[in-house]
């Protein structure tokens, strides 16, 4: 299957910091995903990006697909502590119905 | 709309038994998936179905595994017999498979337990 590496695997910050993760292909996806999830639950559907160069918000939260369409990036401002959990990207390809998730930013703000 | 609806949630059972977890996906999607979150191995996809029809079931670990979807509104993957090595949390999830804007949403999970 697809890898997508994603990192960093873990995020200690101070609350009210911005955070930035990304995830990487070695394919080119269509369709990139950011999910959040919290402990005992499903994962969440934050963002979803559908062309090359994108930018979208959600709150705080901002995600961008990569020009590469190889990569993809989240950032979210001026964290709370509600922003802790597992931040999972997923992945694409333009003729796939599948998608590919990476491993996780586990995020854990300090308040 | 009530979201990927998944029963039980929580399933205790012991070595041997089967074990059968349910999904019902949104209303009006017709992709289905299955997958499986250990801390070892994170998200794994098992199986998913296009139009009530199997499409790929390589993530499907072995022959005890098996799912089933006899309509749209309903899914259903069995383990049988059990294995404690099943351990894990099973989730399903639907989409709607417009290519143009897919995306996919998560249902609450299953933790499964085997003693």
């Known amino acids: 299957g697809q890898q997508l590496n994603q990192s960093p695997q873990s995020m200690f910050i101070q609350e009210g910091e911005d955070v930035s993760m990304n995830c990487t292909s070695s394919?080119?996806?269509?369709?990139w995903l950011w999910y959040k999830q919290d402990p005992g639950e499903g994962p969440v559907l934050l963002i979803a990006?559908?062309?090359?160069?994108e930018l979208t918000s959600n709150g705080r939260l901002t995600a961008q697909f990569g020009i590469t369409r190889k990569d993809s990036f989240l950032n979210i401002s001026a964290s709370i502590p509600s922003d802790v959990g597992i931040y999972f990207c997923a992945g694409q390809l333009a003729n796939g119905n599948q998608f590919y998730f990476g491993t996780g930013t586990s995020l854990t703000v300090i308040p | 709309d009530a979201g990927v609806i998944q029963s039980p949630r929580h399933e205790v059972t012991e070595m041997g038994q089967e074990v059968t977890l349910r999904c019902k996906p949104i209303s009006g999607h017709n992709s289905l998936f299955w997958y499986r979150q250990t801390m070892m191995r994170g998200l794994e996809l098992l199986i998913y179905?296009?139009?009530?029809?199997?499409?790929?079931d390589s993530g499907m670990p072995e022959d005890r595994f098996s799912a089933k979807m006899p309509n749209a509104s309903f899914s259903t993957l069995k383990i049988q017999p059990s294995e404690p090595r099943d351990s894990a949390v099973y989730f399903c999830?639907?989409?709607?498979?417009?290519?143009?804007?897919?995306?996919?949403?998560f249902g609450p999970g299953t933790r499964l337990t085997v003693l």
């Open positions: 394919s080119i996806f269509n369709t």
């Open positions: 179905f296009n139009n009530n029809v199997p499409i790929d």
């Open positions: 990006l559908y062309k090359a160069g």
């Open positions: 999830a639907s989409s709607a498979r417009d290519r143009s804007t897919d995306t996919q949403y």
